[in-house]
């Protein structure tokens, strides 16, 4: 039993090889509330809020050109951002965080 790895499911206890690709998988992370992130690429036109802001849910926080289209991004709860890490112009990835709220 040194090649098998232990698992319990439902209080019962199983004995299985792991695979490589198993073994070397991204470990889970759940998502950041505090962090706002893009969700598809494009480039920041507009900032409307800095750092220290105080921001209630649905105000506009920047908006982000993307395909042709300005998406307005707002705020998803009431809160004060902590810091902006984009600046107009910048061209984002997604997944990128672009507002950190305290």
Do not use: H, W
């Amino acid at each position: 039993m040194n090649d098998l790895s232990e698992i319990k499911i439902d209080s019962e206890v199983y004995y299985t090889c792991l695979t490589r690709k198993y073994l070397q998988r991204k470990v889970y992370e759940p998502a950041n509330p505090k962090l706002l992130s893009s969700v598809i690429p494009g480039t920041v036109t507009k900032l409307c809020v800095k750092g220290g802001d105080v921001v209630k849910r649905g105000d506009l926080l920047l908006i982000l050109e993307a395909m042709k289209m300005e998406n307005r991004i707002v705020a998803p709860f009431d809160g004060m951002v902590k810091s902006v890490c984009v600046a107009e112009g910048d061209k984002i990835a997604k997944n990128a965080t672009m507002i950190e709220f305290e």
